[in-house]
């Protein structure tokens, strides 16, 4: 009864672990779950890039007091340029020019010196 017993326990406990870990398992998400995420990331990736766009006219223009309200003014139209563009990389999944064709960026550390097979 010694070391049979033990076995036959261990492979019961193995089992209830399995069973309880499974159970447990948390559900991938689906694509409506995850739509609301997205589009929150979108507007908050635009909105960072105004205001802090806006913040550094802001900065040009204490640093320079002539330029004071047309440093912010000026940097306006660049924040919104790149919050659109934030807002094009997330939406193409980082295509085109954006992706290397193995799915790295281009000219990374990890791409230099690396041949294609």
């Known amino acids: 009864m010694g070391a049979d017993s033990e076995h036959h326990g261990l492979d019961d406990l193995e089992a209830r672990i399995r069973a309880a870990e499974s159970r447990n398992e948390p559900e991938k998400p689906t694509e409506e779950s ?12 635009f909105v960072a890039a105004l205001l802090g766009c806006m913040g550094i006219g802001w ?17 306006v139209p660049v924040g919104f340029a790149v919050g659109a563009l934030n807002i094009w990389r997330a939406i193409a999944g980082g295509s085109g020019i954006f992706r290397a064709e ?16």
């Open 34 to 45: 995850v739509r609301p995420l997205r589009a929150s990331r979108l507007g908050t990736d």
């Open 59 to 75: 900065l040009i223009g204490e640093a320079f007091p002539s330029l004071h309200p047309w440093a912010l003014v000026a940097m």
């Open 102 to 117: 193995d799915g790295e960026r281009e000219g990374s550390e990890d791409t230099k010196g690396r041949q294609k097979d």
